[in-house]
C-alpha cells in the first residue's frame, strides 16, 4: 500500500495480490456514478491539454461498454486506446530440466 509522506497509508494499492484481497470487499459503485466519475476525470484530463490517453485496466470487462455508452452520448473529450494489462498465470509451469 502507498504511503503519503508522514507514512500514513493512502489506501493506494499497487500490488495484484493487495487489490485481490479487497476486491470483494469494496462496494461496485453504480453504472451512473461510474459514468458520471468518468466524464469528469476524462473533462479534468482534457482541460489540462491532454488530447488522449491509455486504459490498461478494464474491470470486469465493462469498461469497453461504458466508454461506448459515454461516447455515444458525446461526453467523451479524449481519445482513448484500450491496451488492458493481462495478468500471466498464478504458477507457471517450467519445461523439465534435461540431465
Same mark, same amino acid.
Given at each position: 500500500m502507498v504511503c503519503d509522506s508522514t507514512g500514513r497509508p493512502t489506501g493506494h494499492l499497487i500490488e495484484h495480490a493487495a487489490m485481490d484481497l479487497v476486491r470483494g470487499l469494496v462496494p461496485k459503485p453504480s453504472v451512473a456514478e461510474r459514468r458520471s466519475r468518468? $466524464?469528469? +476525470? +476524462?473533462? @479534468? &484530463? @482534457? @482541460? #489540462?491539454?491532454? #488530447?488522449? @490517453?491509455? $486504459? &490498461? *485496466? +478494464?474491470? *470486469?470487462? *465493462? $469498461?469497453?461498454? +461504458?466508454l461506448t455508452a459515454v461516447e455515444e452520448e458525446g461526453d467523451l473529450p479524449l481519445r482513448l486506446r484500450l491496451a488492458p494489462w493481462c495478468m500471466p498465470p498464478r504458477r507457471v509451469r517450467r519445461p523439465p530440466v534435461p540431465d
Open positions: 468518468l $466524464v469528469e +476525470l +476524462l473533462s @479534468a &484530463m @482534457a @482541460a #489540462t491539454g491532454l #488530447t488522449g @490517453a491509455h $486504459v &490498461m *485496466d +478494464l474491470g *470486469d470487462g *465493462d $469498461v469497453p461498454e +461504458l
